[in-house]
Every structure is written in structure tokens, then in C-alpha cells.
């Protein structure tokens, strides 16, 4: 009997193919643009704007293929509802701390002491008037019922995240719940999600 064969290394990528590389390439190469040819890299900006539409393009697909396809194949759905507890919390221990390093700044550094400008005079456009409106108006149940989307459909064409998580957590439990019958449609979901990662 003869034993298996050891499975083959994994071939790691060469330094220039790592896409953190590309990233602080990126960022180098932004820098000395804007400081050499400034008119030139504002005549750039298209190519900016369509770089990260086509990010948006697949995050909300991502999103909801990773999350059904994690839930659905979860044994116990309480590790679910433990996992999701923990990440609450960590998210609100993170986000205090971001608070508190916000406030530690503002009080000690005071950023913005030299600047000599009466708010009340202020002219704002019709866009940013019209979001200081909305946020004057909206109690706290508006951020809770927007959790909620109207369409499934029109979640993933707004693009608004949050919304198109909530469905995927319910759709993941209903598959999960459906046992069996719902295992083939779950590893659909799995295997688009991996055709979008590679789309990204």
C-alpha cells in the first residue's frame, strides 16, 4: 500500500505581484504627479473615479455571497449568533476607543484654534443643505428602520451595504434552516462569490 503523496508547496508570489506593492506604488506615483504636473493629475481624476466605481461594483455582491455562504454551512447557528455577539462588541470597544483618541486630540492639540470663521456665515450648496436638513429632522428609529430595505433588488443597485448584509444574514439562516434541500442552492451562492473575488 503504497502512502499518498505530500501535497506540493505552495509557490509564493514574487514581492511585485503583492497587491499591497501596487498599493504604496499608487500612492507614491500620486504624490509625485500632483506635486510635478498638478493640472495633469486633476485631468486624471476619471480614471480615479472609474478605478473605484468598479470596486463598488462587486462589494455588495462579495458581501452577500461570503455571508450566505459562511451561514449556511454553519453546523450550530448559535457559533453564528456567538460570532455575531463577539463582532458587536468588538466593534463597539474599537469604535469608543476611536472616540475617546478623537476627543485626547481635539482637546489636546486643538486643531482649527487658528482659524478665525463664524459658522452662522457659512454658505453651504443645496446638496450639503439638504443633508443638515435630514439630519435635523430623523429621530434614531430612522437609522434602525433603514437597516430594513424596501427591495431586495434595490439594496444591491444602491450599493448601501448595510441593507444587503441584513438580507444575506437572513437568507443564510434560511438556508442553513432548510437543511439539505438548501445545501445545493448555498454552494451555488459559494461558488459565485469565489467568480467575484476574481472579478476583483
Known sequence: MTAPAPPAPRTRRP??????????????????VGQLAPDFAVRLQPLGTTFVDAIKM?????????????IAQVDNLRKV??????????FE???????LLGLVVMNVF?????????P????????VGGYIKQGRSEGWGHYLSDIVPNSVIGAFADGDILQVLFFAVLFGIALNLIGPAGAGLAAGVERVGTAMFQVM
Open 15 to 32: 514581492w511585485y505581484r503583492q497587491l499591497y506593492v501596487w498599493v504604496l506604488a499608487g500612492i507614491a506615483a500620486g504624490i509625485v
Open 58 to 70: 462587486v462589494i455588495a455582491p462579495i458581501v452577500f455571497c461570503t455571508v450566505v455562504g459562511g
Open 81 to 90: 449568533g456567538r460570532v455575531g455577539l463577539k463582532s458587536i462588541v468588538y
Open 93 to 99: 470597544a474599537v469604535t469608543s476607543i476611536a472616540l
Open 110 to 118: 486643538r486643531p482649527g484654534d487658528g482659524v478665525h470663521a463664524n
Open 120 to 127: 452662522g456665515g457659512l454658505v453651504v450648496n443645496d446638496t
